[in-house]
């Protein structure tokens, strides 16, 4: 039997699951975190990178030769970088918060070769804070676009609106299915929401499974009003989305706000008392669990994932303690 891979894009997806001890003991319920950091480049967002760009190349709209773009505060910038490198094609990805997500996923992206292009501050809104991503990024959308407009041999992942995205993370719930003792029922999931791609994918199959699940989608508590349950969210080239999807077809059962600080510190409990050396928005995903299994009551089982991981975030102080 052969026991290695031939390529390391072998390796994204497949990630363990956790029950963490102390934290279901508390909520005397079952709570299972699905440890997406372990992916190759570090995060969740190597699936959706993979099955983006593989589905673009059968579909025919990227071939040898073109240029990946993408506007990106970090993690899908890194996934689109590391599996556009192996593929041999050249990446450019706009960041659109200089200076304010970690240095160190800059670093990343460049260290696997791709140029990292940082808009100027004056051109972004920073009002906009933490795991919530998808008004920070539409600069660097309105750039994404002008470029595959002027240059047919480039070619925009567009991870908010591209299906794909959510037909990956769908992949995400399908193993965590397999992963949970038989015949368990998942009562609820929690998400950390940017393109929404992963409470929508993951969701909608474990929805699939047990139609009564909760899913919850996680915010900051600085997120903007317009992401009100209930509220219709406008859908353009540069704006919407999986996301505006999701919220105007009242697809999530509740949006939890968390606040920074109780992110950073559950995070830091994690990290303490389970070993995870993950990223704030970990913590924030557990918070919300938290609220799933006092919502469900005793005895559930609720499923959440860790995104990324901490080392990513150094410089970013506001997410380290
Ligand atoms: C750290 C982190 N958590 C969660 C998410 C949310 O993922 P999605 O885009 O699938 O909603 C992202 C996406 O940017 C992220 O970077």
């Not at 041999?88 to 292009?117: F, H, N, Q, S, W």
């Not at 509220?231 to 999986?242: A, D, F, I, Q, W």
Request: aromatic share 6%; net charge neutral.
């Amino acid at each position: 039997m052969r026991r290695y891979i031939d390529s390391i894009l072998s390796a994204v997806g497949n990630t363990p699951l956790l029950r963490l001890g102390a934290l279901s003991d508390e909520a005397d319920a079952n709570i299972y975190l699905k440890i997406e950091y372990l992916n190759p480049s570090g995060s969740l967002k190597d699936r959706i990178a993979v099955r983006m760009i593989e589905d673009a190349e059968k579909e025919g709209k990227l071939a040898p030769g073109y240029t990946i773009v993408e506007s990106s505060t970090g993690n899908t910038g890194t996934a689109l970088s590391f599996v556009g490198a192996l593929k041999g094609y050249k990446v450019l990805i706009y960041e659109t918060t200089p200076g304010r997500v970690g240095a160190e996923k800059v670093k990343i992206m460049t260290g696997y070769g791709a140029e990292v292009r940082s808009l100027p501050p004056e051109d972004t809104d920073h009002t906009d804070k933490a795991v919530f991503g998808y008004k920070v990024e539409m600069p660097g959308r309105q750039k994404c676009l002008e470029l595959e407009r002027q240059n047919p041999a480039v070619w925009w992942a567009r991870q908010f609106s591209n299906p794909s995205n959510a037909a990956a993370q769908a992949d995400m719930a399908r193993e965590i299915l397999t992963q949970l003792p038989e015949g368990t029922v998942v009562g609820g999931f929690a998400a950390s929401i940017g393109t929404g791609g992963t409470l929508r994918g993951c969701g909608e199959t474990l929805r699939a499974h047990n139609p009564g699940c909760l899913l919850y989608g996680v915010v900051p508590s600085t997120a903007k009003k317009d992401l009100e349950m209930g509220k219709r969210m406008e859908s353009t080239p540069v704006h919407g989305g999986l996301l505006a999807d999701m919220v105007n077809e009242g697809f999530m059962n509740q949006l939890i706000r968390i606040k920074n600080e109780d992110a950073v510190t559950m995070t830091r409990r994690l990290r303490r008392e389970e070993g995870l050396f993950a990223g704030v928005s970990t913590g924030a995903n557990v918070l919300a669990a938290m609220r799933l299994c006092r919502d469900l009551g005793k005895g559930s089982t609720v499923v959440t994932i860790a995104p990324d991981n901490a080392d990513r975030y150094f410089t970013a102080e506001r997410y380290v303690t």
